[in-house]
């Protein structure tokens, strides 16, 4: 069974920064990808950025330039480092596990970017 662990979450004023973690339970080489996705209240979850098991990176547009993705392998966690910061940022951020017929949710953590 993989587990995530999303960790780093909090309340921050705009133009701060916060750095996202998601421990995995098992080796993170062994995905296909990681990602990070986001949910604003009332809205779709959707993809913040992603990398691939060999270490290419994307971003959606929003965030490009302030938001960097990045992994340990040593300690199978993703980082999502998120700069700049804008109250549209605010929102539950999940870390996701994939491989081929399978994908992995951890349970969230809250981003709070208050104006």
């Known amino acids: 069974q993989v587990q995530l662990v999303e960790s780093g979450g909090g309340l921050v004023q705009a133009g701060g920064s916060l750095r996202l973690s998601c421990a995995v339970s098992?080796?993170?080489?062994?995905?296909?990808?990681m990602n990070w996705y986001r949910q604003a209240p009332g809205k779709q979850r959707e993809w913040v950025a992603g990398?691939?098991?060999?270490?290419?990176?994307n971003y959606v547009d929003s965030v490009k330039g302030r938001f960097t993705i990045s992994r340990d392998l040593t300690r199978n966690t993703v980082y999502l480092q998120m700069n700049s910061l804008k109250p549209e940022d605010t929102g539950v951020y999940y870390c996701?596990?994939?491989?081929?017929?399978?994908?992995?949710w951890g349970q969230g953590t809250q981003v709070t970017v208050s104006s």
């Open positions: 996701r596990a994939s491989r081929t017929g399978y994908m992995y």
């Open positions: 098992g080796s993170i080489i062994s995905f296909n990808a």
């Open positions: 990398i691939t098991s060999s270490g290419a990176t």
